[in-house]
């Protein structure tokens, strides 16, 4: 049970930057669903075994810069986002967040957390495999949800939502440098 709250609780950043993407895109195409759920879950399985190997050398020499950098991405892209609902239509970026240098931001982003959850696991002796799989799984289940939710939000509240949406990164980005 443990676990799965841990899953959970790590699973949230990848909710919570699924609802903005799904915010922007307004529209979701399958193959968009699979690719940021995938990406989120593999990241959200990797990052744990990373940290659980690496062990305490690694965690006490990056772990502090590690979670600035992930905050900085994430108020980064929730200020972008709610500059964005600022702009005219036509001047907006047009990219796809579940692509290229984007996507892998956002995977960083959103797993940095997981891998001191790796390294916790290590020190109180819990084997690894069976924890990150179930990880991973509820990461990518999370993020179809989210996904969804903020399209809806996105078709219902317009640039509100995605002003919403900035906050919720921006709200990630804090909460990441106080943990």
Known sequence: MNIFALAFALAFDAFAVAIA????????????????????GFAQFGMPIIGWMAGDYLVGSIGVYAKIFAAVILAVLGGRLIWEQFKSDESMWQGDPTRGASLLVLMFATSVDALAAGFTLALIGVEILYPTIIIGVVAASMTILGLVFGRKLGLKFGKTAGIIGGLILIGLAVKTMLA
């Open 21 to 40: 993407v799904g915010i922007r895109l307004g529209k979701l195409e399958k193959w968009t669903i699979f690719r940021l759920s995938f990406h989120f």
